[in-house]
């Protein structure tokens, strides 16, 4: 009877510590996934650029001595105009992050025509009018830095400006009236400029972007041309500009050495194992 007793007792034993086993199950742990860091992009670019550049100028005047009366004072155009010219342009900078980088950039546009003409009276003493011509060239050197607003896909946003110098260039200035033409001489200046940009960069390649965007540039005014002076004692000139605004349409390419890339995700490591407890 007993050895029927113990051997119940050790089947009800085994059968419990069974149902223990099935209730209790290892507790698994998931390891947090692996960190995902974006590599860092940086390094020296060469870039090369060309635009279709709306000139607008500010306006123009000169100056008139009479010396036989000791009149002094000055004119200005009641009309100018500049046309729409093209420029091309060159440069090198550095990428220092994915978001902030600079370059310095050497501009060139090309000879555009000013157009002009004054109001006052002409030798017979009636009113008339003036219809002056010149050309113009400038090249623009500027330190700029940009502002990239993150990478969407392959397309990076960017707000830049930039600050330097225009080297304003301009030919003899024609000048007819009821009186005959005057020939001014042109004259040459370095002024201050500075500009305003914004566009997008777009990833052809891991080293080479496509660059499209606008740009703002002020130049300020200066000399335009020389005086003559006539049997009479009158001196007309010398004149100058008051400066312009170019509007520019942009479209370019940038080449990034070493390391620029596209800001391509950095390797992780692999995932860990779950953790059993």
Not at 17 to 31: F, G, R, S, T, Y
Request: net charge negative; glycine share 14%; with cysteine.
């Amino acid at each position: 009877m007993k050895k029927l007793m113990w051997s119940a007792f050790a089947a009800v034993m085994m059968g419990a510590n069974a149902q223990a086993a099935d209730l209790i199950q290892p507790e698994v742990v998931q390891a947090p996934p692996p960190e995902v860091q974006i590599a860092s992009v940086s390094g020296w670019y060469l870039r090369g650029d060309a635009a279709y550049s709306i000139v607008n100028i500010r306006g123009a005047g000169y100056d008139i001595t009479n010396s036989a009366t000791g009149y002094v004072g000055g004119n200005t155009f009641a009309r100018t105009k500049v046309d729409n010219t093209g420029t091309i342009g060159v440069g090198a900078g550095y990428q220092f992050n994915n978001y902030l980088r600079s370059d310095v950039t050497l501009d060139y546009s090309f000879r555009t025509t000013f157009n002009g003409s004054t109001d006052g009276f002409c030798g017979t003493g009636n009113p008339c009018s003036s219809r002056d011509i010149s050309h113009m060239t400038l090249f623009s050197l500027l330190a700029n830095a940009y502002l990239d607003l993150g990478t969407y896909g392959s397309v990076t946003p960017y707000v830049g400006a930039g600050i330097g110098a225009s080297h304003v260039d301009w030919d003899v200035l024609s000048n007819s009236d009821d009186d005959g033409t005057f020939i001014h001489g042109g004259t040459s200046s370095w002024r201050f400029t500075y500009a305003l940009m914004a566009g997008a960069s777009v990833d052809l390649t891991c080293n080479l972007k496509a660059d499209v965007g606008y740009r703002y540039r002020h130049v300020n005014g200066g000399p335009m041309f020389n005086s003559i002076s006539f049997n009479s004692g009158v001196q007309v000139g010398p004149g100058r500009d008051k400066g312009f605004d170019i509007h520019e349409v942009r479209g370019g390419l940038r080449y990034q050495f070493g390391n620029g890339g596209c800001g391509e995700i950095a390797a992780a490591p692999p995932a860990p194992l779950p953790v059993y407890k």
